[in-house]
């Protein structure tokens, strides 16, 4: 069954139940599915082919994992312990992309070529107040969900593709 149609009737028959969330933040499944929706938009809009998280858990994981398969390109996330030349390189593999982040890296991140940078905390104001896209998404078993990058014992790690 493909990842949105259980997000979508979770959304549907609990619209209200808490699906994420810690004490000071949470999302239910409605709200999860439409900001997912909104986010997707500008994926979409974006013209971005990945959709990656460079950042610690909060409410932009699951929203980025919803939306990048509601937009049909593959979630990337990675190691926010990650050095400054290992991200580059990985940065430079995954490109065009959509990534969320820290405000520090944010600041550090923004007009690279082939990047669209977002604050974490601007992210998941605009994933909440965003208007959700219709639902339409791949239905397709072969798409890429998520590419996992490894930290092999040699060379450069390598995308594991889920």
């Known amino acids: 069954m493909n990842l949105m149609m259980l997000l979508e009737m979770a959304a549907s028959g609990f619209p209200q139940r808490v699906a994420v969330g ?6 239910t499944y409605g709200e999860l599915f439409a900001a997912a929706g909104a986010v997707s938009r500008e994926f979409a809009a974006g013209g971005c082919e990945r959709a990656a998280l460079l950042d610690v858990s ?14 049909g390109v593959p979630f990337v996330p990675l190691n926010y312990r990650l050095t ?11 490109k065009p992309a959509y990534l969320v982040t820290d405000a520090e ?20 104001e605009g994933a909440r107040g965003g208007e ?3 639902p339409e998404w791949s239905m397709d078993g072969d798409d890429i969900a998520i590419l996992l990058f490894t930290s092999g014992t040699t060379g450069e790690p390598k995308a594991a593709v889920l």
């Open 22 to 27: 810690s004490p000071d933040a949470r999302l």
């Open 58 to 71: 909060s409410l932009a994981v699951p929203v980025s994992l919803f939306a990048s398969a509601w937009a």
């Open 84 to 94: 400054g030349d290992e991200l580059d390189s990985l940065l430079a593999r995954i």
């Open 105 to 124: 890296r944010a600041g550090r991140l923004k007009g690279r070529d082939g990047l669209v940078v977002s604050e974490r905390g601007d992210f998941i």
């Open 132 to 134: 959700a896209a219709r």
